[in-house]
């Protein structure tokens, strides 16, 4: 695995950060309408010099109100040979709808979830969303919140070859029309029935990538129910070995993320081989697959 920092620089800022750091990463240039520069990618390896180097050199400007970066995101990428290797993948959705069920209607049974986070919450009725926010081209999406969905040929095809774990949850159109509420049923919620996989002491789980030992504001979003694993997933998910029932699509025992405004913590969803073969057969879009590993088998 090779793990990289992408730092996302406004212009302006860009030019304090030292030439040598600048120089033993990679750069990117992105640009407004009108052709000016609007933001700039530095990608280092996590484990560089430079890269500790910018962390730090961050840490200090921000101690004095300001920072050098706006953004730090980890990339990880595999070798095929991981890929091939791994038994369980752990999803990540690349296709994002600008919506929530909740916001755009949704009722949840009263006194489901957890009364501190919001976790589990159980709809009434299937999920309503915006029709208009659904991507024409994909089969998978997921709304911000995070709410996790699949068109309706996936289901089809789930059933069809006999894959076991996802409940799916019906879809409706957020507008009241019955018309509308027919088509939006092409799309569901995806529910994992088996919410028992462990995550490893050994899988970095906190708050920001760039935080320093001491920072620990992150834990005040912390679930007193201990329904949390932490605020983001920070390194390669490892999973408890034999805690993984054999579903081809389950949850973890745990969330991550916080419960702010309407954004919630969510549970981290995995799947089998089989679904990740299924997913390439198919040429299914709207997903990456991250290979993950039981503890003891090595990073």
């Known amino acids: 695995m090779r793990q990289t920092i992408e730092f996302k620089?406004?212009?302006?800022?860009?030019?304090?950060?030292?030439?040598?750091?600048?120089?033993?990463?990679?750069?990117?240039?992105?640009?407004?309408?009108?052709?000016?520069?609007?933001?700039?990618?530095?990608?280092?390896?996590?484990?560089?010099?430079?890269?500790?180097?910018?962390?730090?050199?961050?840490?200090?400007?921000?101690?004095?109100?300001?920072h050098l970066y706006v953004t730090a995101v980890t990339k990880r990428m595999y070798t095929p040979t991981e890929h091939a290797n791994a038994k369980l993948f752990l999803l990540h959705f690349t296709?994002?709808?600008?919506?929530?069920?909740?916001?755009?209607?949704?009722?949840?049974?009263?006194?489901?979830?957890?009364?501190?986070?919001?976790?589990?919450?159980?709809?009434?009725?299937?999920?309503?969303?915006?029709?208009?926010?659904?991507?024409?081209?994909?089969?998978?999406?997921?709304?911000?919140?995070?709410?996790?969905?699949?068109?309706e040929d996936v289901v089809h095809g789930c059933l069809n070859e006999g894959l076991v774990g996802p409940r799916w949850l019906t879809v409706v159109s957020s507008r009241k029309r019955a018309s509308s509420q027919r088509q939006a049923m092409n799309w569901f919620g995806i529910y994992p029935a088996n919410k028992s996989l462990k995550l490893s002491d050994a899988t970095r789980l906190g708050g920001y990538i760039d935080d320093a030992p001491e920072d620990t504001n992150w834990k005040s979003s912390m679930c007193p129910a201990g329904h949390w694993y932490g605020l983001n997933l920070l390194g390669r998910p490892i999973v408890v070995s034999g805690s993984y029932c054999g579903d081809d699509i389950v949850m973890t025992e745990k969330s991550v993320g916080a419960r702010q405004g309407l954004l919630t913590p969510y549970r981290?969803?995995?799947?089998?081989?089989?679904?990740?073969?299924?997913?390439?057969?198919m040429k299914w879009t709207g997903l990456e697959f991250e290979p993950a590993i039981e503890d003891g088998d090595g990073d």
């Not at 990117?28 to 180097?53: A, F, M, N, Y």
Request: glycine share 8%; proline share 6%.
């Open 268 to 281: 981290l969803i995995f799947v089998s081989r089989r679904f990740y073969e299924m997913y390439a057969k």
């Open 95 to 151: 296709q994002w709808i600008d919506a929530s069920a909740e916001y755009s209607g949704t009722t949840y049974a009263t006194g489901s979830g957890c009364s501190f986070c919001g976790l589990d919450r159980e709809p009434i009725d299937g999920l309503r969303l915006p029709l208009s926010k659904f991507p024409k081209r994909r089969q998978f999406a997921s709304t911000w919140v995070p709410e996790p969905l699949a068109r």
């Open 9 to 66: 620089v406004n212009p302006d800022k860009f030019k304090l950060i030292p030439d040598d750091i600048q120089r033993s990463g990679t750069v990117k240039v992105l640009h407004d309408g009108l052709g000016r520069p609007s933001v700039i990618r530095l990608t280092l390896e996590i484990h560089s010099v430079e890269c500790t180097r910018l962390i730090e050199l961050n840490r200090a400007s921000r101690d004095e109100g300001g």
